[in-house]
């Protein structure tokens, strides 16, 4: 059975940084695309960063605008694991916190197949 397992998340004054990280089960996912997206209610499914991997072992990082410069994505194959440093908290990156694995990546939900049961960051002003 596959499982993405999130954690880290948590209530954060504005400014401040938390490290999200997914530990992944039941098959490994190192060819695979794995990301992060997020959810405030009300509002649809957003995408924040993916990593894909490419021929010669390297794995490139993307990243939403609301993203750039103050997350960042990293993973380890070994452990089977997708982390996201967020750094510079606001009050509007307050949102239920998904990771996700799939073949390709990309920007779109339907993009990955393996979802994980998602973590709450609240940022406080």
């Known amino acids: 059975q596959v499982r993405l397992v999130e954690s880290g998340g948590g209530l954060v004054q504005a400014g401040g940084s938390l490290r999200l990280s997914c530990a992944a089960s039941?098959?490994?996912?190192?060819?695979?695309?794995m990301g992060w997206f997020r959810q405030a209610p009300g509002k649809e499914r957003e995408w924040i960063a993916h990593t894909t991997w490419s021929r010669g072992s390297t794995y490139y990082a993307y990243y939403a605008d609301s993203a750039k410069g103050r997350f960042t994505i990293s993973r380890d194959n070994a452990k089977n694991t997708v982390d996201l440093q967020m750094n510079s908290l606001k009050p509007e990156d307050t949102a239920v916190y998904y990771c996700?694995?799939?073949?390709?990546?990309?920007?779109?939900?339907?993009?990955?197949?393996?979802w994980g049961q998602g973590t709450q960051v609240t940022v406080s002003s």
């Open positions: 039941g098959r490994t996912f190192s060819t695979d695309a």
């Open positions: 996700a694995a799939g073949r390709v990546g990309g920007v779109a939900p339907a993009l990955y197949g393996y």
